[in-house]
Nanobody, 121 residues
Framework: QVHLVESGGGLAQAGGSLRLSCTASGSFSIINDMGWYRQAPGKQRELVARITRSGSTDYADSVKGRFTISRDNAENTVYLQMNSLKAEDAAVYFC???????????????WGQGTQVIVSS
């Protein structure tokens, strides 16, 4: 099993910053790709950023230059540093991870419960 727990959400002013964290625990052998998604009320879930185990990253156009994704493989943790927050960044942010359980089976996808980000103006 893989359990993902997000933290770091909360209230920030427009133009401010927050850092989200997500830690994986369980019986997996290795965590491959990790990422952050978000979903605002009435909107579909969208990709915010993703990162491979080797550190290659990809960002949604709406957050490029403002958000930074990083990871600590030893701690099985992924981070999302959010700077210059805008009202449209308000959403529930979900952690995503692909975990390898057995070497001869492809990695399986897992999701956290989400952490709320509120942006005031």
């Amino acid at each position: 099993q893989v359990h993902l727990v997000e933290s770091g959400g909360g209230l920030a002013q427009a133009g401010g910053s927050l850092r989200l964290s997500c830690t994986a625990s369980g019986s997996f052998s290795i965590i491959n790709d990790m990422g952050w998604y978000r979903q605002a009320p009435g909107k579909q879930r969208e990709l915010v950023a993703r990162i491979t185990r080797s550190g290659s990253t990809d960002y949604a156009d709406s957050v490029k230059g403002r958000f930074t994704i990083s990871r600590d493989n030893a701690e099985n943790t992924v981070y999302l540093q959010m700077n210059s927050l805008k009202a449209e960044d308000a959403a529930v942010y979900f952690c995503n991870a692909w975990a390898l359980i057995l070497s001869f089976i492809p990695p399986n996808e897992h999701w956290g419960q989400g952490t709320q980000v509120i942006v005031s103006s």
